[in-house]
């Protein structure tokens, strides 16, 4: 291998810890600026990395976790089938009527059907599933969606916070520390839930509690049958026993011996042949090809790039610089340094987006290690770490991807999304879920 430290000043002339944190900023800077696609942009300075000589091209490819790739690439496919079926959509009006269409009691319902699907599934698709049913909703009932998407936003995040499966900071944070599926469920779910009931007691006495609806439009929203959003019954089955299998092997995998992209995987194998063993060479060929086309490979791909250009930053040393400046700006004190993971990671993953936030962050507290006993003695930073970014997500519209999914559906359907009003509403509900989730930390871990 090159010494990157030799090809960086060969060919700049400069040391390769400034070149690598120029990369690094000049990537952020035109992510958040988003006038180009994140993905490109972050190939775009994979390539410069390693042109500009921070790392081989073998070290390039060494600093992509497969893992995560894996994991998130079956996830999709999973998903991607399982929504053929209509089973979303049957989660949504199954719980509206749960409610007798009570506007505030849907306002509740949709909130816990987003949380507790965004944490088996990724919460990008889970709004993408469940919002378009809301906006039906919303129109036979002659109310604004308005309240119910920024609700059904924070669920989505909240939600994905409780699993290793439910958003990408957690599967980046999970597969780069080795932490499973048992670890997340474990340690962040009883929060969660905390932080998901405070945040519907506010929605409600924020919007809830004015919402109100004629009794004809009720009617009309009792008339629907949940059982006719069923588009394939035999499919159904087949995606409920194979998410079964999926969901019982993440909580397995320490006996199993297996990686979660292993798992997701061989779920998404399983469910792809299911799909078309019935059918001829050219159905066949036409639903492997939509399916794959349904992945989301702008997401992939944006994690490849990110991965390389965060690997060629941690070789300059640049991330360790930055952990010793952050262990020594706290005292070393494990309380202080958690607790400013957790504020920071809210408020800045509230500006720019969460993810490579996090994949920066990982080394950073990796290099940590020394001054706090090991790698066992880091694991409540990663907590604080989890939470700071995934709920800190919530404070505006571009902090995280499924903010700017239903921000997107929501004006493609004619409904203003503001980035001013959703802020003047989602950034102190966002700082509450920190508050609480400071106080968590507190109590279980410091």
Same mark, same amino acid.
């Given at each position: ?5 030799? &090809? #960086?000043? $060969? ?7 400034? +070149?690598? =944190? /120029?990369? %690094?900023?000049?990537?952020?800077? *035109? ?72 506007? &505030? #009691?849907? $306002? ?7 949380? +507790?699907? =965004? /944490?088996? %599934?990724?919460?990008?698709?889970? *709004? ?84 109100? +609806? ?233």
């Amino acid at each position: 291998m090159s010494d990157p430290a030799s &090809a #960086g000043n $060969l060919i700049l002339g400069i040391k390769p810890i400034w +070149v690598a =944190s /120029a990369l %690094l900023v000049a990537t952020y800077g *035109v992510i958040i600026s988003e006038r180009v696609n994140r993905a490109v942009v972050a190939l775009l300075f994979a390539c410069l990395t390693v042109v500009l000589g921070i790392s081989t091209q073998e070290e390039a490819v060494s600093g992509i976790d497969f893992n995560t790739i894996g994991l998130l690439i079956g996830m999709m496919i999973i998903v991607s089938i399982s929504k053929r079926t209509g089973m979303f959509e049957y989660l949504a009006i199954w719980a509206t009527k749960k409610v007798r269409a009570e506007p &505030a #009691g849907i $306002l509740f319902a949709l909130q816990i059907v987003t949380a +507790v699907v =965004s /944490a088996f %599934l990724d919460n990008v698709t889970t *709004v993408l599933l469940v919002v378009p049913v809301t906006f039906v909703i919303c129109d036979h009932l002659k109310v604004k969606p308005y309240p119910f998407l920024v609700a059904q936003i924070f669920a989505s995040n909240i939600g994905g916070t409780a699993t290793l499966i439910g958003d990408p900071p957690n599967i980046l944070i999970g597969s780069r520390v080795g932490l499973t599926f048992n670890d997340f469920v474990i340690n962040l779910t009883p929060v969660v839930i905390v932080v998901q009931l405070v945040t519907a007691v506010l929605f409600h006495f924020l919007y809830g509690r004015r919402l109100a +609806v004629t009794d004809q439009a009720k009617a009309r929203v009792m008339a629907f049958d949940e059982r006719e959003a069923i588009l394939d019954r035999k499919l159904l089955v087949h995606c409920l026993i194979v998410l079964a299998f999926v969901i019982a092997a993440f909580v397995l995998a320490r006996v199993l011996h297996l990686e979660p992209a292993t798992i997701a995987m061989s779920g998404a194998a399983v469910l792809m042949l299911i799909l078309i063993l019935d059918k001829s060479a050219d159905e066949q060929t036409k639903l492997t090809a939509k399916t794959f086309e349904e992945t989301e490979w702008v997401t992939i791909f944006f994690f490849v790039g990110l991965f390389i250009v965060i690997h060629g930053v941690e070789t300059t040393g640049l991330l360790k610089l930055l952990a010793d400046q952050l262990v020594a700006a706290t005292g070393g004190d494990m309380v202080a340094t958690g607790i400013a993971i957790l504020w920071a990671s809210a408020i800045l993953s509230s500006i720019i987006d969460n993810i490579p936030f996090v994949a920066t962050m990982i080394p950073l507290i990796k290099a940590m290690a020394p001054s706090f006993g090991g790698p066992e003695g880091l694991m409540p930073l990663w907590w604080a770490l989890s939470l700071g970014a995934c709920l800190g997500g919530n404070g505006t519209v571009i902090g995280a991807s499924a903010n700017l999914t239903v921000s997107g559906l929501a004006e493609r359907s004619g409904h203003r999304f503001s980035f001013i009003e959703y802020m003047k509403v989602a950034y102190p509900f966002m700082l509450v879920s920190i508050a609480i989730s400071h106080v968590y930390l507190m109590i279980r871990y410091f």
